[in-house]
């Protein structure tokens, strides 16, 4: 099977890597990152990304103004959320990892159950999810409508008399475009260009064993470092999904919107993950791979933000994962040694760039009263 590398060949490429220049080809179809590709139907510009990043720090898009895209998405934390489960909705608890958007623009499906294809459904997804921003859409394109910058931001960009709610997920998709990992800041894609001196020699090692005995290209493979495909691996559920009722409260309630059965409500309040978008037991408990692209910079991991370290991620690996249905049949014993261990972690931190990447919040445009209180009045 393609998973499953040829040991004696796999071997003898392994140790042609660990103090050389990257082997050609390179296993797993390992490799910097290409363009982003872009929407026909959402070309870029300049200004529409500087539009993007407008909103997606303003928190008139939610539903009582207090929460923006960068609330649960902050530069300084690797752009995502620290906390473990996302702070969700003020009154809420959420019940997932408010994971990194650095690189989300090459996934070809969005959410850790893949429950979106683009950029611009899960942006509107997000600020009008009930746990996450709760907007109400009418209420959030007309407060747009009492930007004056906006009003004249959007006809610039889009060439509408008033905002649209639409052409904002459009703008802070855009933006999210350019949140991407650059190959001349990250030491393992200055490695595979020829850098020979990029990666430390843990670092090598630990490419060895990622290629090789951990197997971790099997699902970590192409330039995403991801397959995107939906794998159940037993992870523990987070303490707080059985001490804070809020998060069990959110727990049941997704399961209830999403239009599980009445005994499946009753009987569990376990996170089904791509079970909830295609109605298939054999899919509950299975998420989308993530990409290890950044991981320096965007701990906790996991879809539940049980795991706070590297170190955590690869003992949880090398014991085999954990326990539960539809366990992938990747997942064995690794019986890494401890200096092993610490080899993988080394190469796992050479996939982010040298440096985080980090942007200042822009000053949001104040919002005023329209010229005469009617909707055919110009803004000032």
């Not at 906006?150 to 459009?170: D, I, K, S």
């Not at 939906?230 to 707080?240: D, I, K």
């Not at 309630?253 to 298939?280: C, F, H, I, M």
């Not at 014993?333 to 040298?354: C, I, N, R, Y």
Request: glycine residues 8%; hydrophobic residues 40%; proline residues 8%.
């Amino acid at each position: 099977m393609r998973l499953r590398l040829a040991t004696g060949l796999a071997a003898l490429l392994w140790s042609a890597a660990v103090y050389s220049a990257a082997p050609e080809p390179v296993p797993g179809g390992l490799g910097p990152l290409p363009p982003v590709s872009i929407p026909a139907d959402n070309p870029m510009s300049a200004a529409k990304v500087e539009l993007g990043r407008l909103l997606f720090w303003d928190t008139r898009l939610s539903g009582n103004a207090s929460t923006s895209c960068a609330s649960c998405h902050a530069p300084q934390t690797g752009w995502g959320e620290p906390e473990a489960l996302s702070r969700g909705y003020p009154g809420t608890r959420h019940w997932r990892n408010a994971q990194t958007i650095l690189n989300a623009a090459y996934y070809s499906r969005l959410f850790w159950d893949g429950a979106v294809d683009s950029l611009e459904q899960q942006a509107q997804s997000a600020a009008e999810g009930a746990v996450a921003g709760n907007g109400d859409a009418a209420m959030m394109e007309m407060r747009l409508r009492l930007v004056p910058e906006y009003v004249t931001r959007f006809r610039e960009v889009f060439g509408t008399e008033w905002p649209r709610l639409h052409h904002a997920w459009q703008a802070v998709a855009a933006f999210q475009r350019t949140l991407v990992s650059d190959p001349k800041k990250v030491p393992f894609d200055r490695w595979l260009a020829g850098d020979a001196d990029a990666l430390s020699d843990s670092a090598r090692r630990g490419y060895a064993l990622f290629i090789g005995k951990a197997g971790c290209v099997q699902c970590h493979g192409g330039p995403l470092l991801s397959d995107q495909a939906f794998h159940a691996l037993g992870v523990p559920r987070h303490p707080q999904s059985d001490s804070n009722p809020l998060v069990q409260i959110t727990a049941r309630w997704q399961s209830l919107q999403r239009g599980v059965s009445e005994a499946q409500y009753k009987s569990s309040d376990g996170d089904l993950g791509l079970a909830y978008l295609t109605r298939n037991p054999a899919d509950a408990g299975r998420f989308r791979t993530p990409s290890l692209r950044e991981l320096r910079y965007t701990a906790p991991y996991m879809h539940n933000g049980v795991f706070a370290t590297l170190r955590e991620v690869v003992d949880f690996f090398d014991q085999g994962g954990g326990e539960g249905p539809n366990k992938a049949p990747q997942l064995r014993p690794l019986g890494l040694s401890q200096t092993e261990k610490q080899d993988l972690v080394a190469f796992l931190e050479a996939l982010s760039m040298d440096q985080a990447l980090l942007l200042a919040p822009p000053k949001v445009p104040e919002t005023r009263p329209l010229a005469d209180g009617g909707m055919n009045a110009r803004p000032r």
